[in-house]
């Protein structure tokens, strides 16, 4: 399994970005699909999931009505939309596809990819 993110950078306060993470190795669309992130010296924190089905999503709190995360069967791709963005919400991502445990915590999650840097100035 490969899990190519991309789509971070630096945006200011208040913007958005769209995050995006190709996904090749399985059949896409059969497995939950999660965003975790991490900032320097703070531990990774899983902020958002979709099902294996596509209707049930989890969101952290902390990101909660702010980022949408969805995914294009077609192109094997999940994205994570961003929106009103904040200073706290600079670091890492990393994309991850399911097991087939939980969807909404990050231990149901075998195959992570490697990170994208959002940077976001005050």
């Known amino acids: 399994v490969q899990l190519q993110a991309s789509g971070g950078g630096l945006v200011q306060a208040g913007g958005s970005l769209r995050l995006s993470c190709a996904a090749s190795?399985?059949?896409?669309?059969?497995?939950?699909m999660g965003w975790s992130r991490q900032a320097p010296g703070k531990e990774r924190e899983f902020v958002a999931a979709?099902?294996?089905?596509?209707?049930?999503?989890y969101y952290a709190d902390s990101v909660k009505g702010r980022f949408t995360i969805s995914r294009d069967n077609a192109k094997n791709t999940v994205y994570l939309q961003m929106n009103s963005l904040k200073p706290e919400d600079a670091a890492v991502y990393y994309c991850?596809?399911?097991?087939?445990?939980?969807?909404?915590?990050?231990?149901?999650?075998?195959?992570w990819g490697q990170g994208t840097q959002v940077t976001v100035s005050s």
């Open positions: 979709l099902s294996r089905s596509g209707f049930s999503t």
């Open positions: 190795g399985r059949t896409f669309g059969t497995y939950a």
């Open positions: 991850a596809e399911g097991q087939g445990g939980s969807y909404y915590s990050a231990g149901g999650y075998a195959y």
